[in-house]
């Protein structure tokens, strides 16, 4: 009997939590994706963050901001701090690997990665699997609608549930949030804009000028961005939302 009330006690939390932050009843995104998954897309994050080792979100971190880097870690800090930071590497670690569990149980045929995986290609089409195709929010990026359009809604409730459950809701929600961020950071500009060399210029048929963003000096510090700009319907941040 108390191990009953133990599981009802959580469920209402989860519950609870969401109704906050979306006014859903479900752990998953607000807004559903009902198409087929992009498992071309979800193949070749999944192998830019990897090497022999398996996967390492800093690997694909670094594979999606090549020499600029150093200069999106430290706008990440200074936009949420280390602890949510350090949290999304964490999360995006467990996420991948959760996902991946899904995948070899019910036996899903993936396709190869794309060859060569182009970095710049990977960030355009991340953040391009998130705009979402109609209703109010229609033309704007959603990370929550991103997550469904790599591995579908069924996945995304289930791995939502495995986050809630292993991490507090206040964690959950800053994941998404950063995860918004570096997808939102990495897109394609409208000037020639080069990562490294195995990145391609933004724009490759315009004539060469200035990359429209810098590097960030150590001591300038980026403008605040809210949570609602970043993560979309995606669970948001809130000090009081700490169950486990």
Known sequence: MQTFHRHAAFAAAIIFACTLVGGATRPAAAIPYTGTPDLKLTVDLVTAGSNKNGFDTKLLFAKMYGSNMAAEAQRLHHRYGSVPVTDFF???DFTIADVLRMVKRDKVALPTASDPLVASQLDSNLLGAGIVPSGRR??????GYMIEHLISHPYHHELMMDLYHKYPAGEVASFHTVLASVVKDSAPRP????RGSMMRSRNPAAPSQ???VSPLPATTAPQPESSAQSAGSSPQPAASQQPR
């Open 90 to 92: 964490t999360l995006m």
């Open 210 to 212: 200035p990359a429209a």
């Open 138 to 143: 229609a033309g704007r990026y959603d990370v």
């Open 191 to 194: 000037t020639a804009f080069s």
